[in-house]
């Protein structure tokens, strides 16, 4: 059960897996797992662009002067997002 929790799947999908366990329904697991993959690439695709804008915002953070407003702070508040922030 813990290496199904540590692929992403939840307890009710953990339970369905189980269920399926009389080695005659491998294409209906297949077809959780292609649907879990989905899900994770999904994911991965989300992350990679909140790393983009977060990357971003903290360069810009570290290379503003003077009395700037800080860039982090303008971008919550919808003054000024960086590149892809409207992809987040």
């Known amino acids: 059960m813990k290496s199904a929790q540590r692929l992403g799947f939840s307890l009710d999908e953990i339970a369905e897996l189980l269920r399926l366990d009389d080695g005659t329904h491998c294409e209906e697991a297949s077809s959780l797992a292609e649907h879990k993959l ?3 690439r999904e994911k991965m695709t989300d992350l990679a662009r909140m790393e983009t804008v977060l990357s971003e915002l903290v360069f810009a953070c570290h290379a503003r002067q003077g009395n ?3 860039p982090l702070i303008a971008s919550l508040q919808g003054e000024k997002e960086p ?3 409207d992809a987040v």
């Open 38 to 40: 989905q899900d994770v």
């Open 68 to 70: 700037v407003s800080c």
């Open 83 to 85: 590149r892809g922030a």
